[in-house]
């Protein structure tokens, strides 16, 4: 794929603070995750959610995290919070996650020892998802704990918009960008000095990171050499 004026997608994700979200809006991110699953040290109320949902800048997206909510709970953080995409990390299946009538991306447990990942079945599986988010936790697992996977397990020629997330931090997502050509990464643990507080330092130096990914160009053949 060319690279050529590309600009991979961030999503920071976990937020328990209205002035982690205005930082981070600041710093330029796409999205920010607001975390409902219930047994996440990120989990917020609706309430809160929408709060920090009015401190978010205009043209940046505000995205609901669920794990196997029940529908009702999902209606409601709706209502309040107003999310642009939800983000459905446990078992649930197309036709609940389409019967919100908001965009979905279903999340993919990667952890490195379990089944290779089938495209096929991911297109049948979901064929209203309008983005993949491949994680590093285990099925079942919960995300936001910092485990990664091997990227080469991605599956290949998707034709949805595929994130990258598990185990990505300042340090290690300028490769994961150039070893994948994700349409965009998302990250909860590697910017955090505790889970839900987001620490300034590591946010701003994730965001440089991704620019530097995509301002990368692989050196031109030497002369003389087929192009
Ligand atoms: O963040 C949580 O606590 C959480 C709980 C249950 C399901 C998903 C959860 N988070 C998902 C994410 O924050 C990210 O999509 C992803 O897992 C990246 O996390 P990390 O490896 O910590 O960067």
Same mark, same amino acid.
């Given at each position: 794929?060319? =690279?050529? *004026?590309f600009?991979?997608r ?7 603070? @209205?002035?982690d ?9 796409? /999205?920010?995750?607001? +975390?409902?699953a #219930? ?13 920090m949902r %009015?401190? *978010?800048?205009p043209?940046v997206?505000a995205v609901?995290?669920?794990?196997d %909510?029940?529908?009702?709970?999902? $209606?409601?953080?709706?209502r309040q ?9 446990? &078992?649930?299946?197309d @036709? ?5 009538g ?8 990667? $952890?490195d020892?379990h089944?290779?990942?089938? !495209?096929?079945?991911?297109?049948? =599986? ?7 988010l ?5 099925p &079942?697992?919960? &995300? ?6 091997d990227?080469?397990r991605?599956? $290949?020629?998707?034709?949805?918009p595929?994130?990258? #997330?598990?185990?990505?931090r300042?340090? %290690? +997502? ?5 070893? !994948?050509?994700?349409?965009g ?6 910017i955090e000095s /505790? ?9 701003r130096?994730?965001?440089?990171? +991704?620019?530097r ?15």
């Amino acid at each position: 794929m060319s =690279r050529t *004026l590309f600009r991979t997608r961030i999503k920071f994700c976990g937020f328990t603070r @209205a002035g982690d979200v205005r930082l981070a809006s600041e710093l330029g991110v796409d /999205a920010v995750g607001f +975390v409902f699953a #219930a047994a996440s040290p990120r989990r917020v109320h609706a309430t809160e959610a929408r709060t920090m949902r %009015n401190a *978010l800048a205009p043209l940046v997206d505000a995205v609901a995290l669920f794990m196997d %909510n029940d529908g009702d709970e999902v $209606r409601e953080v709706i209502r309040q919070v107003r999310p642009t995409l939800l983000q459905f990390h446990g &078992g649930e299946d197309d @036709a609940f996650c389409r019967s919100f009538g908001v965009p979905y991306m279903k999340a993919i447990a990667m $952890r490195d020892g379990h089944d290779a990942i089938d !495209t096929v079945s991911l297109r049948t =599986r979901y064929p209203g998802a309008a983005a993949f988010l491949f994680d590093g936790h285990a099925p &079942g697992g919960s &995300g936001g704990s910092g485990q990664g996977f091997d990227w080469s397990r991605l599956p $290949r020629g998707l034709d949805k918009p595929c994130v990258v #997330a598990g185990g990505l931090r300042p340090e %290690n +997502v300028f490769d994961a960008i150039l070893a !994948t050509l994700p349409w965009g990464v998302d990250v909860a643990s590697g910017i955090e000095s /505790a889970p839900g507080i987001k620490d300034g330092d590591k946010m701003r130096r994730f965001v440089e990171e +991704v620019r530097r990914a995509d301002c990368h160009t692989e050196p031109e053949p030497a002369s003389g050499q087929p192009a």
